[in-house]
């Protein structure tokens, strides 16, 4: 029997409008990810929106790079439901969707997906594991609805 997930979302940027369903999409992808995972105990996961001037803050200090980058997974120890933070830049990411030809949504969902699975552990060593998680990503982003197929360019116009 699955513990119950907790989804905690903060929007602290004002960079980027966030879409209507982008909240309920972010829940569905964390539930899916822990749910594939087999997870079984109470579970929280942050989904923290942010700017791409506070990413490079954290990209220094976890990572010891300044660069912009979409997205950083902080695992929290020591907490009994809280596995961890994803961080999203929602400049970046939005830039990424648009270079990648995809959507806000499927970027989103997937930076999610692939942020809940390195929080449950799921840290790659090789080649051949890199390509495992990918397929289980794309899996999981298939039982959402958002296959990397339905991909289309967002329209500027």
Known sequence: ??????????????????????????????????????????????????????????????????????????????????????????EKTVEQAESQMSTLEREVGYTVVHGVLQLTGNTPKSDLEESKLKDREEYIMYLLGLPSSSAYALNNA
């Open 1 to 90: 029997m699955a513990g119950k997930f907790k989804v905690v979302i903060t929007d602290d940027q004002k960079a980027v409008r966030i879409p209507k369903g982008l909240r309920m999409l972010i829940r569905r992808s964390c539930i899916a990810a822990l749910q594939n995972e087999n997870i079984e105990n109470d579970t929280q996961v942050n989904v923290d929106f942010v700017d791409n001037r506070h990413i490079s803050k954290l990209n220094k200090e976890y990572n010891d790079s300044d660069a912009t980058v979409s997205n950083i997974v902080i695992p929290k120890e020591g907490d009994d439901k809280c596995i961890g933070n994803i961080v999203i830049s929602m």
